[in-house]
């Protein structure tokens, strides 16, 4: 049983849209969805106003981002979209939970303590 949701641009896929020169405003334009939300920010929806708030953000989104966010835009709300289908079947989302749990490890800072106090004190 797969127990995670992955999205996203393989290595292979962001070391060709490197090697091809990304540019933010093509998924920008190519994406109405995408684009819409890009412009509600810049239009100051989610700051009353304000198109100053999120200026910076937004053109580090089109013109200078080394993340390649828009890239992984539509694979996120995909991945998303499956994410919520699957929370309404409480069967399959709580055996999901339930072996998430079982399946973790101790704490990073759990072990860190215990070294700590095994290995300084």
Known sequence: MDNIFIFGM??????YVKANGYD????????????????MIQ????????KDTF???VDNL????????LADYASYINTQDLVSQTYTN???WAKMAIHN??????????RTIAEYAREIW
Do not use: M, W
Not at 10 to 15: A, R, Y
């Open 10 to 15: 393989t290595v292979e896929d962001v070391d």
């Open 62 to 69: 089109l013109y200078h981002d080394r993340f390649l966010t």
């Open 90 to 92: 409480t069967a399959l």
């Open 101 to 110: 749990i079982a399946s973790s490890g101790k704490f990073s800072s759990d």
């Open 24 to 39: 933010g405003t093509l998924y920008y334009e190519d994406n109405p969805e995408l684009k819409q939300v890009i412009d």
């Open 43 to 50: 239009a100051g929806f989610f700051s009353h106003g304000n």
């Open 55 to 57: 200026k910076d953000i």
